[in-house]
T-cell receptor
Framework: DQQVKQNSPSLSVQEGRISILNCDYT??????FLWYKKYPAEGPTFLIS?????DKNEDGRFTVFLNKSAKHLSLHIVPSQPGDSAVYFC?????????????FGTGTRLKVLA | DTGVSQNPRHKITKRGQNVTFRCDPI?????LYWYRQTLGQGPEFLTY????????KSRLLSDRFSAERPKGSFSTLEIQRTEQGDSAMYLC??????????????FGDGTRLSIL
């Protein structure tokens, strides 16, 4: 039962253009969502988060959008840079769990072409 | 802020041996998590500590697995009688509680376990 899904295993984007990574979830109890970036041989690095009371959160080149009715979130990276090439994971948690553990998607590998 | 530190970075052992991993969280973080990641998958939750109390264990954590967090500081994850299926990256993460309860978890670089 995959509660968090990233249906695109990979994405290639030209440098300077927008990268859009998508994530869908099924559990309506999720109320906190995050995006992590992972380079090979390193742990996931926190990028940006959003609470379910918001529909958008922006931090520099990164913006996360949340559509609760569609149970969908997306990460926009503008402009994309070669250093953004990595695997991106979305994660979700529920405050009702009491532990705030994360459920992760399977990741999308982003390649930014110079 | 020195980040989350995990040791060793890589462990190779024979099937049936016991292994122990260590995690040093960010010093002011009272929450500590262990996750496991296999190839092509996202990290999967294993267990959670709030200070020294282990408050949740995933059903993924068989009785061969045990975790401790004495004095609410560093944590250890031990696997007894290792099996081929235990080969994975073991990730530790920590976070503070914060006023809202939701605070981002910060991950270490993991321990990669390889079972021969």
């Amino acid at each position: 039962d995959q509660q968090v899904k990233q249906n695109s295993p990979s994405l290639s984007v030209q440098e300077g253009r927008i990268s859009i990574l998508n994530c869908d979830y099924t559990n309506s109890m999720f109320d906190y969502f995050l995006w992590y970036k992972k380079y090979p041989a390193e742990g996931p690095t926190f990028l940006i988060s959003i609470s379910s009371i918001k529909d958008k959160n922006e931090d520099g080149r990164f913006t996360v959008f949340l559509n609760k009715s569609a149970k969908h979130l997306s990460l926009h990276i503008v402009p994309s840079q070669p250093g953004d090439s990595a695997v991106y994971f979305c994660a979700a948690s529920s405050s009702t769990s009491g532990t705030y553990k994360y459920i992760f998607g399977t990741g999308t590998r982003l390649k930014v072409l110079a | 802020d020195t980040g989350v530190s995990q040791n060793p970075r890589h462990k190779i052992t024979k099937r049936g041996q016991n292994v122990t991993f260590r995690c040093d969280p960010i010093s002011e973080h009272n929450r500590l998590y262990w996750y496991r990641q296999t190839l092509g998958q996202g990290p999967e939750f294993l267990t959670y500590f709030q200070n020294e109390a282990q408050l949740e264990k995933s059903r993924l954590l068989s009785d061969r697995f045990s975790a401790e967090r004495p004095k609410g500081s560093f944590s250890t994850l031990e696997i007894q009688r290792t099996e081929q299926g235990d080969s994975a990256m073991y990730l530790c993460a920590s976070s503070s509680s914060g006023w809202s309860g939701n605070q981002p978890q910060h991950f270490g670089d993991g321990t990669r376990l390889s079972i021969l």
